[in-house]
């Protein structure tokens, strides 16, 4: 659910970076005040454990379409709502900057769209009213089902009303609504079975770790350490491995923009700011689409050049290998400068908490 810029005008563009700028001003005031010893790497694991999970788009049967996970209702539940946000902000920066996943300038979008809903609407609304004071396992369950819905479908939603009133797309509200909410409805459900075994295993190795979260109580490093090297070891696995087995149709709003406008995508203009940001993403973006950049021809072992796709050469079945081993590099360097990200992020806030410690 990445907005690129094509879909939206700068107007709704710089309100949604400011909207999304913010809500990380806020959460990074809430965190330097609420801010426990734990909270650290596990902001950085995770946020590393989501990157790579993003990656990973699984089909949805007799649809043509896929999905991902989103990730914002695991990370609100076990971090809580102000790091889950500063977090996934983490994740679709690293996205948008070196991967070209998401526009520049719907950044904003994205961001709000994939974080505020599920950490300040979802989460506290729904996934704490059912859980309650007493969580079990069937209670973790059914809320983060229900919980993972309702963020994705309002995150959809959003995308709808940014993209209708940025009107510079010929996608007429009602379609693009009736085609967006259902296809998001199926992922939401995926998102929510993915969730709900997640945070399972975290409670039941350490429940403190999500009692905290809940209660915005300090955490220690030690017990939860093994959570880590779980998630860690789930970052690397995913990135590394998971990705290359990625479905290749078309996420949900690819596949809604597809059904509505009859185009795989919409093109975004080339000039003014449109132009600007996507000359510097493509600058910045060093694996644009989780892959190599695409040069003339590949090297081969013998020394021959292989050509791109679509041109006759003998050697031209090498090219989908090393499309793959780009696929690897980028969920292993993705999820490190994430992880790194969310580390600097962490202890630049703890820092100015306590000044004296430096």
């Not at 996205?95 to 300040?120: H, R, S, T, Y």
């Not at 709900?196 to 209660?215: D, G, H, L, W």
């Not at 791109?308 to 360097?333: C, L």
């Not at 999820?335 to 004296?356: D, M, N, Q, S």
Request: glycine letters at 10%; charged letters at 10%.
């Amino acid at each position: 659910m990445h907005m690129a810029d094509a879909l939206i005008s700068p107007a709704v563009g710089v309100t949604m970076w400011a909207a999304s700028a913010t809500a990380i001003a806020y959460c990074s005031k809430k965190i330097r005040t609420e801010m426990n010893d734990g909270i650290v790497p596990l902001m950085g694991v995770m946020g590393a454990f989501i990157f790579t999970a993003q990656m990973v788009n699984f089909t949805i049967p007799l649809t043509g379409s896929s999905g991902h996970l989103g990730g914002g209702m695991i990370l609100a539940v076990l971090l809580g709502p102000y790091a889950a946000f500063l977090t996934i902000a983490s994740v679709l920066v690293v996205q948008a900057l070196f991967f070209a996943d998401g526009g520049l300038l719907a950044l904003g979008c994205n961001i709000f769209n994939l974080g505020f809903f599920p950490a300040f609407v979802a989460y506290p609304l729904i996934y704490k009213k059912i859980v309650g004071s007493a969580p079990t396992a069937r209670k973790i369950s059914i809320a983060s089902l229900f919980a993972a819905v309702a963020g994705l479908q309002l995150g959809a939603f959003s995308v709808v009303m940014e993209t209708v009133s940025s009107g510079i797309s010929s996608l007429p509200f009602g379609t693009f609504l009736a085609v967006m909410q259902p296809i998001h409805l199926a992922i939401g459900v995926v998102e929510g079975v993915v969730t709900a075994s997640a945070i399972s295993f975290v409670y039941n190795a350490r429940p403190e770790i999500v009692q905290s979260a809940m209660k915005s109580s300090p955490t220690t490093v030690h017990p939860i350490r093994n959570v880590l090297l779980g998630f860690l070891a789930a970052a690397v696995i995913t990135g590394g491995v998971l990705s290359l087995y990625a479905s290749n149709h078309p996420d949900g709003l690819e596949w809604s923009i597809a059904k509505v406008a009859d185009q795989k995508e919409l093109k975004n203009p080339e000039q003014g700011v449109y132009g600007a940001l996507a000359d510097i993403q493509k600058k910045l973006a060093f694996l644009p689409d989780y892959s190599f950049k695409k040069t003339d021809g590949i090297k081969a072992a013998d020394g021959t050049t292989v050509p791109p796709a679509g041109q006759n050469h003998q050697k031209a079945e090498k090219i989908p290998e090393a499309s793959k081993f780009g696929t690897s590099v980028s969920g292993i360097i993705g999820g490190t400068i994430t992880l790194a990200l969310c580390f600097v992020i962490g202890f630049a806030l703890k820092r100015r908490v306590h000044p004296h410690t430096a």
